[in-house]
């Protein structure tokens, strides 16, 4: 009994290393690529580099206008996660609160339209923000941050369904008979208590958003209005790619959330099971 004990830990640990092996290993390589030139990164790009060269990621700063573009898909990403985690908390919460046939046709559309791929509407998107109502010219911005926040609202109203359902009824009854109002017990009583789900949502629309290509290649038409996975395409060529610039620059685009989802990475199968199956 002992003996297969112990042969069934040393297979999970070896899986677990292997695992681990293969998902750190692509980040291994984009850090010593950094610090590369393109002669060294195409002659062998899983060898360690000759020297710290970090003159590479001063010209990416310099070529990619960082600072700004920086800002750009702070911002962004800022906006929509605050706007998707108050938005899709309210509607979760009146559609539990209100369980009427209309209400709960409308979350199984809401839950249904997550199946649906982006890339279909995308002509009909541009088609009629752009051709139509003119809107990709005059507020790129704006309407980046207004289709994030409904594409990213049914995934997030799903968790909080769940979530809420759980929460005992009998608290917010309370909360009425000392004299607070629908709204000031959301705010008060329910909000607070949604903080582990709000904490998973959060993380993972961040990750969508920072990292997202597609919808900001649509819609960001200026440069200087660019995010940060658009602005690299200034090291991709016609016929050649700047390596040496354009690793660094993805190591500086993906660290900031690396770091965001090291410290929150803990919330977020937390946060699902209690969303999902309460």
Known sequence: MAGRRITSLTFTYLLLIVAFISFTFPFFLLIVNSFKRNGEILENPFSLPASLDFSHFGDVIEKMNF????????????????????????????????????????????????????????IPLIYIYGSKLNLIETVPTTLLIVLYIGFGSAFSVFIYHGFIKSIPLELEEASLIDGCTRRQTFFKIVYPMLSPTSSTIAILNVLWIWNDYLLPSLILTNEKNFTMPIKMKVFNGTYMNNWELLIPAILMTVLPILVAYLFGQRYIIKGVMQGAIK
């Open 67 to 122: 600072l700004v573009t920086f800002k750009n898909t702070f911002l962004i990403t800022l906006l929509s996660v605050l706007f998707i985690l108050l938005f899709s908390a309210m509607a979760a919460y009146y559609i539990v609160r209100n369980s009427t046939s209309f209400n709960r046709t409308f979350f199984a559309i809401l839950v249904a339209s997550m199946i649906i791929p982006f890339q279909s509407l995308m």
